[in-house]
Structures are given as C-alpha cells and as structure tokens.
C-alpha cells in the first residue's frame, strides 16, 4: 500500500526543482532567429527571464512564447593565462588586440574622426569588450542583438566586428541626418524613431547627457589637438566639429567631417 504521505512529499520537491531556475550556460534561439546567450533564466508570468551575468546584475525579459528552444552555449574562450603556458618556446601566443588599429581601420573604411568613434566606445562601454547593458546590448559599442544581427556581426563580443558595425551604423544615422551629430548619437541612444517622432532629441534624461557627455569628450580632444598644434582657434560647442577639427585623425590622415557638405558613403 502506498504512503500517501511520502507520495506527497514527493510531489512538493518535485515542484519545487521545476521552480528553480536553470544555471547552465545556454543560448535562447527566439523565433525571429535571433540568439541571446544567457547564464541562467526563470519563468516570471508570461516573460523568461534571460540573466547575461552571473551575478544577476543584467537581465532581459522576452516573451516565453517567442522562444522556439535553448541550445548549449559554445565552450567559453581558454585562459590566456594557461594558452600562453602551453605555447612552445619561440612561439608566442596570438597578440591582443589593439583597440586604436580597430578604431582606426573602421573609422578610414566608413570615413569617419576616429576621436568620434572612441568617443562613443567611451560613452557606451567605457572600453569594456564584455560590457553588456540591462536592456541586452552587448560589447564596446553596445549592439543591440537585432542590430547586430541587421549589421552582420555574429559575435558582438568581437572587438573587430562590433566596432566595424557600430561605426557602420554611426556613419548611416550621419547620413540619415545630413551629418547632424547631435541627431545623429540622439538616434544610436534611442532609435531613429524617437529623434523622428521628436523632430530632434528625445526628451529623455538619459539620451540627452548621453549626447552631451560624447560631444564635450570630442570636443576636448579637438581643443587640446589645436592648442598642441599652436592654433588659436577653438572648437565650436555645438553639434558638428568644426573643419579644422575634423580634418586629421591621430595619423595625420584625412577623415570625414560631421557637416552637410560630405560625401556620402556610397559614393
């Protein structure tokens, strides 16, 4: 004869192990193709919970039922640390990556002040390659997922590609706004639907020291560029660089300056 007792203790942990959330590093494949890796998630109504850290600090909610399945996530990358160790001698390992080239290659193949470029990096990850925002946007320049995926950048964890695709689309939002940067950083902070449903910068807190804060850093680096070089002129403190400040990057080679008068990219 069965207890029933020890069958409904039975029932109760077998409720409570489906209430915890799953620990295991996995990827949500979402129907729309998109894929978010996550460290853990749970159930809250009728969103999944997506914790992107380990400690729970950032998260995104997606409806369960645009989730088609989870799959396991890729091996994470060795310890430099112990691939270094294995390297035989006279074979150093692979160089890290140098953030000033990747800025540079980026901003001469979209034409764009590679300042501008770290400017952005600066405001969005302050630099951190891992960075990942509470609203799921990810790496130095801080791709959205479906921006990332409509950009063509598998892995935006990628100092390279994440810096190719957000200079990629700095450089279309400049064009889409006739090389206003002030419109133009307002739509990379808050979509170019809000600057077009605004008719400029949203009125939000957060987009607006977003942009102030890159052009005060832009313009910081113009200044102190024309005082090294012995100018007397100063930058203008509004939206655009000025010619003179624009028109060499760290290299002494021409770039593109944020002003109407630009050609376009695809031209």
């Known amino acids: ?15 409570a192990m489906a209430a915890l959330p799953c620990f295991a590093g996995q990827v949500a494949v979402l129907k729309n193709g998109f894929t978010i890796q996550h460290d853990r998630r749970e159930v809250v109504g009728d969103l999944t919970r997506l914790y992107l850290s380990s400690d729970g600090a950032s998260y995104v909610d997606v409806p369960t039922a645009d989730i088609d399945h989870y799959e396991e996530a890729p091996d994470p990358p060795a310890d430099p640390a112990r691939v270094a160790a294995r390297q035989p001698a006279g074979f150093p390992g692979r160089p890290k990556t140098d953030l000033n080239e990747v800025v540079d290659q980026a901003s001469g193949r979209y034409r764009l002040d590679p300042d501008l470029v770290n ?21 130095l320049m801080q791709l959205m997922p479906g921006t990332a995926s409509q950009l063509g950048v598998p892995n935006a964890f990628d100092p390279e590609a994440n810096v190719d695709g957000g200079t990629r689309y700095l450089r279309e939002l400049l064009e889409r706004y006739n090389f206003d940067m002030v419109k133009a950083l307002a739509a990379y902070n808050a979509g170019p639907q809000r600057v077009e449903q605004f008719g400029g910068v949203p009125p939000y807190r957060e987009t607006r020291a977003y942009v102030a804060r890159i052009v005060k850093d832009f313009n910081r680096k113009k200044d102190a560029q024309q005082k090294a070089a012995g100018q007397n002129t100063s930058v203008a403190k509004g939206a655009r660089p000025t010619p003179a400040a624009a028109a060499k990057n760290r290299n002494s080679k021409p770039v593109t300056q944020a002003k109407a008068t630009q050609p376009q990219a695809n031209q």
């Open 119 to 139: 400017s952005v990096i600066k405001a969005e990850s302050g630099f951190n390659v891992r960075a990942v925002s509470p609203k799921g946007a990810q790496g």
């Open 1 to 15: 004869m069965r207890n029933p007792f020890r069958s409904r203790l039975l029932w109760i942990a077998l409720l």
